[in-house]
């Protein structure tokens, strides 16, 4: 209120006078809250940017608490020389006092340089960088596919809701996203891959590629591969989006425009399509981003059981050693999904609907 | 009360017996509310079936000792071969030390519904601890306290949870503590806004007035009014600690030695039950924790329902 009032003159001149603030700059109530917005915007940057070295403290000091000694993890048991010994700490830096590791390793994570695998032996961004494009191949397609069914059964559900189709709708869902996706991947491994009595093996058990393919066979041969982890991620996670969805949309549905809507006479389904879904679906695209962060992070078990060559298998392999630079730096990652997700949301959202952080 | 001077207070307590406590009239409203939430959580038949599994369940994992034994997990000692098919003998098979699996996974229960128990437990009581404090005492201490909430709420829980696990040693108690450090900012926020709504109202500046402290407002007025909210987030979290419990033993994060669902899971796959088409192996665990997060669900969202009739039309 007391922002309206006070900036109500700037906008009398800025529409009346000659624009002052560059030549493109648009005029009257656009440029107050072009310019609102704008600080709305360094606002959840700041805050996106505290978010992230945030993680990075707690990704260096967390894993600084794990009982023993780092380079017996790394030589594996296998007797060693305390020269050896020496040797392999002062290469990773662990002879120096804490503080100064940590300014290091906070000098050195601003340069992209997250530290060296113990496990094999090369540098973590590297690790990260070759996994990266096969879980966003695998995240971005199960992400796609299940907001779309969310959306769509969402709406049905909602249209319709109390009536038969409905209750089976929720209930389905409600019982997958109850569902581990590990189980339900290795369910799927055991009946389509492997093979349960008279069903044959109709999938790949694993993996991303079959090897020696080219060109379009290879693209058919990944696809082949992407079908039960998709299938998986699609099944647990749809359920979320649709009782999103379905209880926005109810929220909407006693609304008098909409009532308006169908009093001039339009279809039933125009009035859903035109007026009703369009309003629902401003929550749900919070939800969209803060999921597609999460699937990213979400993804390392289904990667695990289905030895997806992406983050989360790496993270899963990490963690069995414990590789601990990689741990860290796959850590930072998953979180900076996460905080990068969310910071769109919030930067997207007054954009949709005007009644929110202007 | 006690002694009648005249007519009117004679009349009363006639009406009223004459020995009603303060205490007493506070059992008999609460008794009231008790009945009116049955009467109302009854009505949801998604709410009766989830409770029916749960005392189901929760009655298995009592009675374990007597209906399997407790030497079901004992490997050197076990009754049948390793990886025997479903038999009247053994109505799930055998498991790969040759265990009987139905007894196995009645015995995980146990593990499974006590550390998502008290992991809840853990993570709602922080919840309400922060979000109590947070709402009653305003100014450095809230923005302290909704600033590390938020940092908490950005975490993706599953990870932090899982390298928790993996930097503290091989327990229960750590499965737990890492479980419950990690869900609790969504109920902190909750309890806030609703100690923040609370604490408009006139009741709380009589109490003030009186001369209440802070311990007083918070744990005689603020709580009991946020206690119906924590009940069903309760609910609602053990669900996910148990997914949570489940996700952190297959990945062999959790105590090698205890029989959970999770663990069973963990232990098919180590046996090669994948790859060989033992689809039994697999099966009974995942049912299971699929039933039990479902019932605690659904009965979570009943009670979220009952409680919050603004609700209503979306169940």
Known sequence: ?358 | MTTTENGTTKQQAEQVPVAVRPRALAWRRRRASVARFWRQYRTHRAGLFGLGALLLFALLALTAPLLVGSDVDNVTDAPGGPLEEPSAEFPFGTDRFGRNLLGLVIWGARVSLLVGLLAAVLSVAIGTLIGVTAGHFKGWYATVMMRITDWFLVMPTLVLAIALATVMPRSLLTIIVAIGVTTWPTTARLVRAQTLAVETRPYIERARALGGGHWHIMSRHVLPNVMPLVLAQTTLIISAAILAEATLAFLGLSDPSVVSWGALLQDAREAGAVSSGHWWYLVPPGVAIAVVALAFTLCGRAVEQVLNPRLGVSR
């Open chain 1, 1 to 358: 209120m007391t922002a309206d009032a006070a900036s109500a003159p700037v906008e009398k001149q800025g529409a009346a006078g000659p624009v002052t603030d560059g030549p493109a700059a648009p005029r009257g109530p656009r440029a107050r809250t072009t310019t609102a917005y704008l600080r709305y915007v360094a606002g959840k940057l700041a805050g996106a940017a505290v978010s992230l070295l945030a993680v990075l403290v707690t990704s260096f000091f967390l894993f600084r608490l794990i009982p023993g000694d780092p380079v017996k993890f790394m030589t594996g048991g296998r007797q060693v020389s305390a020269e050896q010994l020496a040797h392999y700490r002062e290469q990773f830096g662990l002879d120096l006092p804490l503080w100064q590791q940590f300014t290091d390793y906070c000098g050195k994570a601003l340069t992209g340089d997250l530290g060296t695998s113990y496990q094999f032996n090369a540098p973590v961004i590297d690790k990260i960088m070759e996994a990266l494009p096969n879980t966003l191949l695998l995240t971005g397609t199960a992400f796609v596919l299940y907001t779309l069914l969310g959306i769509f059964l969402g709406t049905r559900s909602a249209w319709r809701h109390g009536r038969l189709g409905d209750r089976l709708n929720t209930g389905l869902a409600l019982t997958l996203y109850s569902v581990p996706s590990f189980w339900l991947g290795l369910l799927l491994i055991v009946t389509l891959s492997v093979g349960v009595g008279p069903l044959p093996g109709l999938f790949p058990t694993g993996g991303m590629e079959s090897g020696g393919e080219e060109g379009f066979a290879y693209v058919l041969d990944v696809a082949h591969h992407l079908i039960l982890p998709v299938v998986t991620l699609v099944a647990v996670e749809y359920g979320q989006t649709l009782l999103v969805t379905r209880s926005a949309l109810l929220d909407e549905m006693g609304s008098d425009y909409l009532t308006t809507a169908r009093a001039k006479g339009l279809r039933d389904d125009l009035v859903r399509r035109r007026h009703a879904v369009p309003n629902a679906l401003l929550p749900t695209v919070t939800l969209i981003f803060i999921n597609l962060g999460r699937t990213v992070a979400g993804v390392i078990l289904v990667e695990t059981v289905f030895s997806w060559p992406g983050l989360g298998g790496l993270f899963y392999q990490a963690l069995s050693v414990p590789d601990l630079p990689l741990v860290q730096g796959l850590f930072f990652v998953f979180a900076a999904a996460v905080i990068v997700m969310n910071t769109l949301a919030d930067l997207i959202y007054p954009l949709l609907d005007p009644r929110v952080g202007r």
